[in-house]
């Protein structure tokens, strides 16, 4: 059965970090693209960042580059996204997707950044 479960998300402080993990199973990551995007409420759906699979080549949304860096470990099934300089408006549920048209999903962590 495929399996996406993130983890890492929590509270943290403006200016703060926090480290986010994706666990795959039922199917080989390296095998697909994954990517990490986050939904705000009354918002959509947004990318945040993705990487190839063989993470040469990562890419990201405008409003976290240079904060924000993904990475994955084909040999463990894990793609990682480090947050650094979170700002309020980062708060969202962060979600982690496999495939370049995002065929599967997890069920999200929450990610709040506030004093």
């Known amino acids: 059965q495929v399996q996406l479960v993130e983890s890492g998300g929590g509270l943290v402080q403006p200016g703060g970090s926090l480290r986010l993990s994706c666990a795959a199973s039922?199917?080989?990551?390296?095998?697909?693209?994954m990517s990490w995007h986050r939904q705000a409420p009354g918002k959509e759906r947004e990318l945040v960042a993705s990487?190839?699979?063989?993470?040469?080549?990562?890419n990201y949304a405008d409003s976290v580059k240079g904060r924000f860096t993904i990475s994955r470990d084909n040999a463990k099934n894990m793609v990682y996204l480090q947050m650094n300089s979170l700002k309020p408006e980062d708060t969202a549920v962060y979600y982690c997707?496999?495939?370049?048209?995002?065929?599967?999903w997890g069920q999200g962590t929450q990610v709040t950044v506030s004093s």
């Open positions: 997707s496999a495939g370049a048209r995002y065929d599967y």
């Open positions: 039922g199917f080989t990551a390296s095998n697909y693209a």
């Open positions: 990487i190839i699979r063989t993470g040469g080549r990562t």
